[in-house]
């Protein structure tokens, strides 16, 4: 079975630039995760889909962060403007459906460096 | 022995040797937790998770014990090899979704 599978592994851009990444989870997974992970520290959420819908945002800065999964497969995570506290490795998982019992699968992240 | 390094604590130990990996965690109402190994340049991978209300669990060569008078858990591995070289994060339950701690560098000795 195919795992989470994320585009580009490595991104560098400057800051006030744009940046888009991409994450095609597992076949059949309903629900799809974004986060942040800051080097040295544990992931944190960004947003979680729920097919196409959005189910927790909370921790996503709406000023500069956008999300989609449009046909509920697929999802884009983008930034714009990136500033340099936005270096991180951007995470992106699924699980089979939402709830806490259902196991999360992690891709291997983009890394961004924003100098 | 175990360090705290510029960014991650650090545990060292010899192959053979057993592990024993600590967090704290900070919500007495949560309800379940895991511990998640992740290996340079992947994303996290479940090892094992652990409900409120038991005390233990026992994978293949992974313990988790789960002490919730004081809001600590520890990931015992037995017989350390290798390839387990890695951070491991617990992650406990808030709302309907998991806050993760700051993570532990295991470093296996030859």
């Known amino acids: 079975e195919a795992g989470v599978a994320q585009s580009p592994r490595y991104k560098i851009i400057e800051k006030r630039q744009s940046v888009a990444f991409w994450c095609n989870p597992i076949?059949?997974?309903?629900?799809l995760y974004w986060y942040q992970q800051i080097l040295g520290q544990g992931p944190k959420l960004l947003i979680q889909?729920?097919?196409?819908?959005?189910?927790?945002d909370s921790q996503l800065p709406k000023d500069r962060f956008s999300a989609e999964r449009l046909k509920g497969v697929d999802s884009t995570l983008k930034i714009q403007p990136a500033k340099l506290e936005d270096s991180a490795v951007y995470l992106c998982?699924?699980?089979?459906?939402?709830?806490?019992?259902?196991?999360?699968?992690f891709g291997p992240g983009t890394r961004l460096t924003v100098l | 022995g175990e360090s705290v390094g510029l960014h991650l604590p650090t545990l060292s130990v010899q192959e053979g040797d057993n592990s024993i990996i600590n967090c704290a965690y900070s919500?007495?109402?949560?309800?379940?937790f895991i511990w998640y190994k992740q290996e340079s340049g992947k994303g996290p991978q479940f090892i094992i998770d652990?409900?409120?209300?038991?005390d233990k669990r026992q994978g293949q060569r992974v313990t988790v014990l789960l002490n919730k008078t004081v809001k600590h858990l520890s990931l015992q591995i037995a017989a350390t090899q290798p390839g387990d070289s890695a951070v491991y994060f617990c992650?406990?339950?808030?709302?309907?979704?998991?806050?993760f701690g700051p993570g532990t560098r295991l470093s296996v000795l030859p």
């Open positions: 998982a699924s699980s089979l459906d939402r709830g806490l019992w259902n196991e999360q699968f």
């Open positions: 076949s059949g997974h309903a629900t």
């Open positions: 889909f729920q097919n196409n819908g959005v189910v927790d």
């Open positions: 919500n007495s109402a949560s309800d379940y």
């Open positions: 652990i409900r409120s209300n038991m």
């Open positions: 992650a406990e339950e808030y709302g309907q979704n998991f806050v």
